[in-house]
Nanobody, 123 residues
Framework: QVQLVESGGGLVQAGGSLRLSCAAS????????MGWFRQTPGKEREFVAH???????YYTDSVKYRFTISRDNARKTVYLEMNSLKPEDTAVYYC?????????????????WGQGTQVTVSS
C-alpha cells in the first residue's frame, strides 16, 4: 500500500508559478514510478507528467518547457514545478504511483492516488 498526499495548490494569476508536492508513505517510494494528472469538471482525468523509478521523465505536450517534475526518494516526495501558468491549467491536480518501469501516461496504469489539490489560474 502507498498513501499519497498532495499540497501546494492555490490561486495564482496567469503567468505566475506554483509548486505542488506529493508526500508518499507506505511501501518503498523508490520502487514506484510517479505521475501527475489533472481534472476539470465534466472532463476525464488527463496525464500531465511522469517521473520513473529510474529517473526517466515525460510530459504531455501542453506543459512542456513550463512544468518540471522531480522526485526526492530520501524525502519520499514528488514535485511539480509549474511556471508560466495559464487559465487553462486550472484543475484539480492528482499525484499517482505505479509499480512499473516503463513510462505510464494512462489513468489505468497507476495503482495509488492522492486526494487532489486545486490549482486555479486567473486571467
Amino acid at each position: 500500500q502507498v498513501q499519497l498526499v498532495e499540497s501546494g495548490g492555490g490561486l495564482v494569476q496567469a503567468g505566475g508559478s506554483l509548486r505542488l508536492s506529493c508526500a508518499a508513505s507506505g511501501r518503498p517510494f523508490s520502487t514506484y514510478s510517479m505521475g501527475w494528472f489533472r481534472q476539470t469538471p465534466g472532463k476525464e482525468r488527463e496525464f500531465v507528467a511522469h517521473v520513473g523509478r529510474t529517473g526517466i521523465i515525460y510530459y504531455t505536450d501542453s506543459v512542456k518547457y513550463r512544468f518540471t517534475i522531480s522526485r526526492d526518494n530520501a524525502r519520499k516526495t514528488v514535485y511539480l514545478e509549474m511556471n508560466s501558468l495559464k487559465p487553462e491549467d486550472t484543475a484539480v491536480y492528482y499525484c499517482a504511483a505505479a509499480n512499473l518501469a516503463r513510462v505510464a501516461t494512462t489513468v489505468g496504469a497507476y495503482e495509488y492516488w492522492g486526494q487532489g489539490t486545486q490549482v486555479t489560474v486567473s486571467s
